[in-house]
């Protein structure tokens, strides 16, 4: 029997089931006092909840809240934690959830896209080369459609929208929101009428790497809370981080 082996079998903690009751009851105890710290002061909740973050994430929010433990106001910390820290956390957790999703991981599963599932930790330099991937891959999909729908040089308003349409579709898998998107998608209850014009250079941007450069480089930032108020559809002043 190997020594490894004989540890195992013969180990105080494998064969002692009192033993292994105090381990499991000290488990507990801590956990319960975990809980009770945590109802006496739910900010450390929050802060838990920071400290289990990847590093990319936790280390700018952790520097923000060492910066203001060392205010002289102490209200700076908890108000920060309770409007800015929470909220974030949730949109991180909504982030998350769209990367998780099957249209997401269907069109990272694309020849050279695979990056975009780990989209979060790669640099600009990274997230630039990307962006040119994602966009010829765009450009393939309208030169397709084109050659499917485009059958007349003289196509059609109605055909033109639906051809912006079918592209716009494939953009919003990587949880990003076409351009022109509002103004151009099916409304039951729409009030104006349709501006046609917007659609050629909403095509132009979704086949254009410089644009989605941005959008992609916004994601991560978005996750981590550090995208200025307005850049991105879910985005506000109360939940921008500030630097220091």
């Not at 009851?25 to 909740?45: C, G, M, N, Q």
């Amino acid at each position: 029997m190997s020594r490894a082996a004989e540890e195992y079998l013969f180990s105080v903690a494998h064969c002692d089931p009192w033993h292994y009751d105090e381990l499991n009851d000290a488990l507990i105890e801590k956990a319960k006092r975990h809980a009770e710290l945590h109802r006496v002061d739910p900010l450390t909740l929050i802060r838990d909840d920071v400290a289990s973050l990847p590093g990319f994430l936790r280390k700018p929010l952790e520097t923000r809240i060492k910066y203001l433990e060392k205010s002289e106001d102490p209200r700076h910390l908890p108000t920060y934690l309770n409007e800015v820290i929470t909220p974030s956390l949730v949109r991180i957790d909504k982030v998350r959830a769209n990367q998780a999703s099957l249209s997401f991981q269907a069109m990272a599963g694309r020849d050279s896209l695979d990056q975009l599932l780990r989209l979060a930790e790669l640099n600009q330099r990274e997230v630039k080369r990307l962006s040119t991937l994602v966009a010829a891959h765009i450009d393939m999909i309208f030169i397709q459609l084109c050659g499917e729908m485009l059958t007349d040089e003289l196509a059609s308003p109605i055909v033109i929208l639906e051809l912006y349409r079918r592209v716009a579709a494939e953009v919003s898998r990587l949880d990003v929101i076409p351009p022109g998107y509002e103004a151009l998608r099916s409304k039951h209850n729409r009030r104006n009428p349709i501006n046609y014009e917007l659609i050629p250079g909403a095509l132009a941007r979704m086949r254009c790497a410089d644009w989605w450069q941005r959008k992609l480089w916004q994601l991560p930032q978005r996750m981590a809370g550090r995208v200025a108020p307005g850049s991105v559809p879910c985005s506000s002043a109360r939940i921008t981080l500030c630097q220091p």
